[in-house]
Structure formats: structure tokens, C-alpha cells
């Protein structure tokens, strides 16, 4: 079974420095996607980026990129310049990639980032 | 906008009394989540239907929990009995998994609380 592990709690960021959140996968499979996302205190489900599996490249959006590590099964977001507006849980999930198959997310527990002004 | 739209946002009831809560999945989706997030377990999934076909519901408590997909543009999460350890945040989400865009979009969550 798949199991997406994050391992900070809570972090902490300065505004307009940059920030790492961790999260760790296992899994079987070699299609899969990885995401994050972002929940604020109105708790909608926010999408930040997005990493396909089979690209090498990692995904950027903005102020908020990736370094995935296919190898080590390892996917960390980073932000760079933070502002008070990133303050939120962040999620990582994990969810297959074969069309027809791809099943539901998998969720970290989650990183609680505060952000100081 | 295309959008999820769970209804209702809130909801307080009493031990015991049933609760329905309603989700209109995105016009085109075929696939339909149900999540529980509670702050000890997080994100648990409840129900998977694709194709308005139930596929997982593993997660669910199926003496009191229940899941249906009367059509495509509605999805029910009922719970009779509810209890007070029921109380949490449910998040209906929609995809398609008959592309390679697999982003899930989430609705705005129903706060239940079982008093």
C-alpha cells in the first residue's frame, strides 16, 4: 500500500525568506503523480503544484517549486519569499498515474507553516 | 467556474439524528471522493466512486455510514446514528481519470458537529 509520510508538524518562516517542507513516499507503482497542497484557515483544498513521476524536471510555480527525488522516494516544497498569505496547513499526496486506474489521493498528515511578519 | 459545491457548510445536530450531506461533483467528472479530516487522523478517505460505480468505501463505518450516487451531478454521504465522535470536516472532491490530469478539486467542506 502507498503511504505518504511528512514529518514536520510545524515550521516556521520569516517573511520573504524561503521555506522547506518535507515529505516522503513509498510505493510500488512507476506512474504515480505527487502534489501539495495548501489549506488556509477557510480550509478549501488549495492545488500548489503538481510533479508527474516520469519527469525528471522538477515542477515549478512561482514563488513555490519541487525538489523530487525519485530514488530516495522524497518530494519537498520549497517557498521562496514567503509572504503572510502562505500561512496554512500544506498536504502532500500521492495518487496513481494510469489512466482509468489512478484511485483516490493519499494524504501526509500535514505541516502546519506560520509565517512572521 | 466550475466548481465542487458541498452543501450544507455547517452543520450541528444532535446524538443520534441523521445527517445527509450533499456534493455536486464537477460537470464532466467521473470520479467522486469522500474525505473525513480530523485533526488526529488527518485526511481519511471514506468513499471512491467512479463512473457513479462505489469502488472503495472501505473507510467508511458501514453500520452507521452510508454513500450514494443517486446521478452524476449528486453525491450523498449520510450518517444514522450520528454520534459525537462523527464530528469533523467532510470533503467531497471530483477528477477525471480519463486523462492524465489527475488534479482532484475539492468542494469547501461541511463542518459537522455531533453534539
Same mark, same amino acid.
Not at chain 1, 507503482?29 to 478549501?44: G, I, M, N, T
Not at chain 1, 498536504?91 to 482509468?100: E, T
Not at chain 2, 471522493?33 to 472501505?58: H, I, K, V
Not at chain 2, 463505518?61 to 453525491?75: C, G, I, N, Q
Given at each position: 500500500?502507498?503511504?505518504?509520510?511528512?514529518?514536520?508538524?510545524?515550521?516556521?518562516?520569516?517573511?520573504?525568506?524561503?521555506?522547506?517542507?518535507?515529505?516522503?513516499?513509498?510505493?510500488?507503482?512507476?506512474?504515480? =503523480?505527487?502534489?501539495? =497542497?495548501?489549506?488556509?484557515?477557510?480550509?478549501?483544498?488549495?492545488?500548489?503544484?503538481?510533479?508527474?513521476? =516520469?519527469?525528471?524536471?522538477?515542477?515549478?510555480?512561482?514563488?513555490?517549486?519541487?525538489?523530487?527525488?525519485?530514488?530516495?522516494?522524497?518530494?519537498?516544497?520549497?517557498?521562496?519569499?514567503?509572504?503572510? /498569505?502562505?500561512?496554512?496547513? =500544506?498536504?502532500?499526496?500521492?495518487?496513481? /498515474?494510469?489512466? /482509468?486506474?489512478? /484511485?483516490?489521493?493519499?494524504?501526509?498528515?500535514?505541516?502546519?507553516?506560520?509565517?512572521?511578519? | 467556474?466550475?466548481?465542487?459545491?458541498?452543501?450544507?457548510?455547517?452543520?450541528?445536530?444532535?446524538?443520534?439524528?441523521?445527517?445527509?450531506?450533499?456534493? %455536486?461533483?464537477?460537470?464532466?467528472?467521473?470520479?467522486?471522493?469522500?474525505?473525513?479530516?480530523?485533526?488526529?487522523?488527518?485526511?481519511?478517505?471514506?468513499?471512491?466512486?467512479?463512473?457513479?460505480?462505489?469502488?472503495?468505501?472501505?473507510?467508511?463505518?458501514?453500520?452507521?455510514?452510508?454513500?450514494?450516487?443517486?446521478?452524476?451531478?449528486?453525491?450523498?454521504?449520510?450518517?444514522?446514528?450520528?454520534?459525537?465522535?462523527?464530528?469533523?470536516?467532510?470533503?467531497?472532491?471530483?477528477?477525471?481519470?480519463?486523462?492524465?490530469?489527475?488534479?482532484?478539486?475539492?468542494? %469547501?467542506?461541511?463542518?459537522?458537529?455531533?453534539?
Amino acid at each position: 500500500a502507498q503511504t505518504v509520510t511528512q514529518s514536520q508538524p510545524e515550521m516556521s518562516v520569516q517573511e520573504a525568506e524561503t521555506v522547506t517542507l518535507s515529505c516522503t513516499y513509498d510505493t510500488s507503482e512507476s506512474d504515480y =503523480y505527487l502534489f501539495w =497542497y495548501k489549506q488556509p484557515p477557510s480550509r478549501q483544498m488549495i492545488l500548489v503544484i503538481r510533479q508527474e513521476a =516520469y519527469k525528471q524536471q522538477n515542477a515549478t510555480e512561482n514563488r513555490f517549486s519541487v525538489n523530487f527525488q525519485k530514488a530516495a522516494k522524497s518530494f519537498s516544497l520549497k517557498i521562496s519569499d514567503s509572504q503572510l /498569505g502562505d500561512a496554512a496547513m =500544506y498536504f502532500c499526496a500521492y495518487r496513481r /498515474g494510469r489512466v /482509468g486506474s489512478q /484511485g483516490n489521493l493519499i494524504f501526509g498528515k500535514g505541516t502546519k507553516l506560520s509565517v512572521k511578519p | 467556474d466550475a466548481r465542487v459545491t458541498q452543501t450544507p457548510r455547517h452543520k450541528v445536530t444532535e446524538m443520534g439524528q441523521e445527517v445527509t450531506m450533499r456534493c %455536486q461533483p464537477i460537470l464532466g467528472h467521473n470520479t467522486v471522493f469522500w474525505y473525513r479530516q480530523t485533526m488526529m487522523q488527518g485526511l481519511e478517505l471514506l468513499a471512491y466512486f467512479r463512473n457513479r460505480a462505489p469502488l472503495d468505501d472501505s473507510g467508511m463505518p458501514k453500520d452507521r455510514f452510508s454513500a450514494e450516487m443517486p446521478d452524476a451531478t449528486l453525491a450523498t454521504l449520510k450518517i444514522q446514528p450520528s454520534e459525537p465522535r462523527d464530528s469533523a470536516v467532510y470533503f467531497c472532491a471530483s477528477g477525471s481519470d480519463r486523462v492524465r490530469n489527475t488534479e482532484a478539486f475539492f468542494g %469547501q467542506g461541511t463542518r459537522l458537529t455531533v453534539v
